[in-house]
């Protein structure tokens, strides 16, 4: 039986570009792929309508963050659900600590399951845990988590030189004109970057700091 079977073959379109980013990590990677197919949709982490598109719409889109990271730096993925983006960032980056923030026992089990079959256990760790009540990193990344209102008020008690990373689409923008007083009350700022590989857009990321 092929041992990618569950997750699909690495598209060979995507092939150049994923080899660039995670370099020899392409095979943990695809180790994920297979537990995202396979448990995280038994467990309802995702649904299957997701599979096909989990390495464009997920993989590559959750690691667009990768440059942006200091060397060494301790990040939170606030809201892991199952894993994205803080497990691909972790296996394109591994001088990064990451800690994985999750309140949902079942979506915990799950990214205890990942870390300990991919062999994360020494820069990875699973905080269980609302998002609105953690303090630890002062880098903090999402994805699909919530709106950018529902973001700010998640992390109210952001001070510099903490940042949030959020990984936005195409309403972006206007989620950021819909949160303007609320950013404003709170005394947090916005930026917008759409990092690039290769000609590639791999995500709009809204920056917000204090």
Partial sequence: MDPRQPGGPLPETLRPLVEQ???????LVEDYVDLLAEEGTLWGLLGPREVPRLWDRHIVNSVCLMPLLPSGALVADLGSGAGLPGIPLALARPDLQIELVEP????VEFLELCVERLGLGTRVRVVRQRAQDYRGAEIL?????????????????????????????????????DAEDLLGMRGLVTRVLTPELNGLRLGTIVIVSG
């Fill in 141 to 177: 990344v999402c994805r699909a988590l919530s709106a950018l209102s529902g973001l700010v008020e998640m992390v109210e008690h952001l001070v510099p030189p903490a940042k949030l990373y959020a990984i936005k689409g195409d309403r972006a923008c206007q989620e950021i004109a």
């Fill in 104 to 107: 949902m026992a079942r979506r």
């Fill in 21 to 27: 980013i995670f370099g020899d990590q392409v095979s």
